[in-house]
């Protein structure tokens, strides 16, 4: 895909205006976008080790030759450990090269807006706090021939209580933990034996020389031998998302070449009503598809996230959406690439956007 023209050193100019945490307003671009893709508002944490970097670089090079100029798409390469330095890394790498740099070097990020009740995120944390007090309770798969409808019950309560929600959503959310919770089970009740080993297990993971940090939703240990990397999520997962040069989500494969347990199974727990399952790959029958080359399979998750790593630590920023607007779609920094003013630019040409 090409490198658009719209990247740091433009950005380093809407910048200088910027006070110390600047709120940045819609793109004047933005009229050719519905109002429910209006990218939102985002803020700019100035005071970033990488932005006074790279602002330097900026200021020096405009005293240079223009042929002593720095790359439009290429911010110095990484001194410093990035101040939030988690596996997010990675997937924006992969979707693109300019969302990492401004998430996690500029620190970009979208005001949130206030919603009524729990929002995605917040489903998200509860579905995991609920699965980890569950396990915590149960253990693994000899406890699931009992009765678990007392354990299910406090792992709701428990998971509602750490939330702080107010009524009457606590107990809305309680009722559809638990619910949750019967129905997964039957899941689990079909696997052979295991015992959860691990349940929302801080990391340290290196890859490329960068240090990330990361948790791990659960490690079974299997009795069949190896262990189990299990990952929970809502709405659609596919394993095609650990795949190629640059996965949609690198998290899971991460964890298994950075995971010293020896594992042996891979899998997302879709905890979505109506379609719960465990997908993945594994090296032996059982769990989930058992991959033609286990070996092969770790060796290529290994060389594209070396691949991702690398890019980012170099200062690699083109805006370069993996799949063209359909990554940005979902992006709120939009305001800040100056996407749609690329997008102008090419229709103008008559070019058709990718
Ligand atoms: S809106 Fe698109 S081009 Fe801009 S940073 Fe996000 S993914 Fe990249």
Known sequence: MACWAATPG??????????????VGSSPFQASTSATTRPPKITIAESQTSWTSFSSAVESSTAAPASAAPPDAQAPPLATTPPRAGTPILSDQA???????????LGAEALEEPLAGPDARARGTLLHALMRELWGELKGSAALEGDCAPAIERAARAAVAEAELDEPFAELERMRLAKLARDWLEVEKKRAPFEVAAREDKRKLKVAGLELSGRIDRLDRLASGGCALI?????????????????????LPLYALSTPEGITAVAYAKLQPGGMKYMGFA????????????NALLAGWRQSLEALGNGFASGDAR??????????????LQTLCRVHERMSALEEEGEEPE
């Open 95 to 105: 979707a693109c090269p300019f969302r990492a740099f401004a998430r996690h070097r």
């Open 319 to 332: 805006v370069d959406p993996k799949n063209g607007l359909a990554t940005c779609r979902y992006c709120d």
């Open 283 to 294: 090296r032996d029958k059982g769990l989930v598809a058992q991959a033609k080359d286990w």
């Open 10 to 23: 433009r950005v380093v100019s809407a910048l200088r205006l910027s006070a110390a945490r600047s709120s």
């Open 231 to 251: 990952d929970y999520k809502t709405g659609r997962p596919t394993p095609n998302a650990w795949q190629g040069e640059r996965p949609d989500d690198p998290q």
